[in-house]
């Protein structure tokens, strides 16, 4: 298994509050990224990273922030949680090549009530 | 706009009944195809990379193959711990960076 672990795996918040997702690997892979996944959509990509402060936006990022400070480690921020924003979350990895597959973590279950 | 349909949406099987799973994509430039794993509660799990029409990846009792304008993945003889959500994804090249754009998967019961 690839080494990626997400945390927190579970969270509840309220409108209104900043939440921060954490990505760590131990695999020293140059991209990562995340993305959202929900019922009757595909993986969809939030923002990604090609290197240590090199981020981009992916095709659904408004209300989303990313940072990369480590290699190994990648947050979401959502600085304001919306309702719209509940999902499964999920951060991926790949290696020096961008063409090389992507390895994805178990994900974070967020609910915004 | 770029696009991955899967169908079925959900398909059940008897075990040992072999079935096909369809990927068709519309794509620009496309940079190879991925079918993953998921199940319930995890993250996708790598299964094989496509790269060119004709050809073909085998692991176990799946099989990957590739056309110009679809990907199948042929279950042979499938087990019940074969049950999982599996989804495709094509990796295209597009403003200047390169994306995975990811089917809504199909989800595969196989019943003892």
């Known amino acids: 298994d690839a080494g990626i672990t997400q945390s927190p795996r579970h969270k509840v918040t309220e409108t209104g509050t900043p939440v921060t997702l954490r990505c760590h690997q131990t695999e020293n892979h140059r991209y990562m990224y995340w993305y959202r996944q929900d019922p009757g959509h595909g993986l969809r990509l939030i923002h990604y990273s090609y290197g240590v402060k090199d981020t981009d936006k992916g095709e659904v990022s408004d209300g989303y922030s990313v940072s990369r400070s480590k290699t190994e480690d990648f947050l979401l921020t959502l600085e304001s949680a919306t309702s719209s924003q509940t999902s499964v979350y999920f951060c991926a990895i790949s290696g020096l090549r961008s063409n090389q597959p992507q390895h994805f973590g178990d994900g974070t279950r967020l609910s915004i009530l | 706009e770029d696009q991955v349909t899967q169908s079925p949406e959900a398909l059940r099987l008897q075990e040992g009944e072999s079935s096909s799973l369809n990927c068709s994509y519309t794509v620009s430039g496309l940079r190879g195809l991925f079918w993953y794993r998921q199940d319930p509660g995890k993250g996708p799990e790598f299964l094989f990379t496509l790269y060119s029409a004709g050809e073909e990846k085998e692991k176990e009792r799946l099989k990957a193959t590739l056309t110009k304008k679809e990907s199948f993945l042929h279950i042979t003889a499938p087990k019940p711990e074969d049950s999982a959500t599996y989804l495709c994804?094509?990796?295209?090249?597009?403003?200047?960076?390169?994306?995975?754009?990811f089917g809504k998967g199909t989800k595969l019961t196989v019943n003892p």
């Open positions: 994804a094509v990796r295209t090249y597009q403003g200047g960076s390169e994306k995975l754009v």
